[in-house]
């Protein structure tokens, strides 16, 4: 094979590889940053699950200081009973300890119903604490991954970049200079295989058969017709049949 052609046939996947590199490195914070955000998620769910329950408690502590009030209200109404001159006076005294057991029984059904509501309060609470610790647990180790590609990730790019280099003093500068010029106008896809069908691995457009037999040899610079893609033969693979 031509040496330029090899050398951009390395270029091209060098080029391919860092590209890829970059997208990875470029996505990594966003990445870190949707954990955090699930992790938060969970934060939020169990400091809402315990204001949920610390206001429950706080409503059912209120009325059994209402329900205190009222009794000692209903203690002094009978002490006044023995005191009274008129039925009249009697009869208000009996119908304000009604109403005043009335609203005992009434706030006591609430807080047997806040009772009942602080309980399924403690369970989901207790589900949202194991859930946080295992999202916060997965969290952390996903981030130190996350983390570890990048860095990873860097030091590829790094090498590669290097590698690059090395690779483009190869080539003779009008031929970079095809090569850049192509991957421009190609979102960075400037070398092309050709297969055994004879037509173009970019833009799928059959070769003439002059430029297909010339691409055979891969001994020369030939660049597509139809997508200015530079060109390079690759026999498809052998067959199991074939092989045996």
């Given amino acids: 094979m031509n040496e330029s052609l090899k050398l951009l046939i390395e270029l091209q996947q ?7 590199l970059e997208a990875e490195i470029r996505a990594l914070p966003g990445k870190i940053s949707g954990i955090e955000s699930q992790l938060t998620d969970h934060i939020r769910q169990v400091e809402a699950d ?20 009222l009794r000692d209200k209903i203690s002094r109404f009978r002490d006044q009973t023995f005191e009274v001159k008129t039925n009249e006076q009697y ?16 706030m006591e059904d609430e807080i047997l119903a806040g009772m009942m509501e602080a309980e399924a309060l403690e369970k989901r609470l207790q ?5 946080l610790e295992a999202e916060r647990s997965r969290a952390q180790q996903e981030i130190a991954e996350a983390r570890q590609k990048k860095q990873e990730d860097e030091e590829k790019l790094e090498a590669d970049g290097r590698q690059r280099a090395v690779t483009q003093s190869q080539l003779p500068p009008e031929t970079y200079q095809i090569y850049e010029r ?34 055979r040899t891969n001994q020369q610079v030939i660049t597509c017709e139809s997508c200015g893609r530079i060109l390079y033969y690759l026999p498809e693979p052998a067959t199991q049949q074939e092989v045996s």
């Fill in 182 to 215: 192509v991957a421009r106008f190609r979102k960075g896809w400037a070398v092309a295989p050709v297969r055994d069908e004879g037509t173009c691995g970019g833009c799928h457009v059959r070769l003439r058969p002059q430029a297909y037999s010339e691409v």
């Fill in 91 to 106: 009869r208000a005294l009996l119908h304000e300890i009604e109403y005043h057991e009335a609203q005992i029984g009434k």
């Fill in 50 to 69: 315990r204001k949920a329950l610390a206001e429950n408690q706080l409503v059912r502590r209120k009325r059994e200081t209402d329900i205190a009030a």
């Fill in 127 to 131: 589900a949202a604490v194991q859930a």
């Fill in 14 to 20: 060098l080029d391919t590889t860092i590209a890829g």
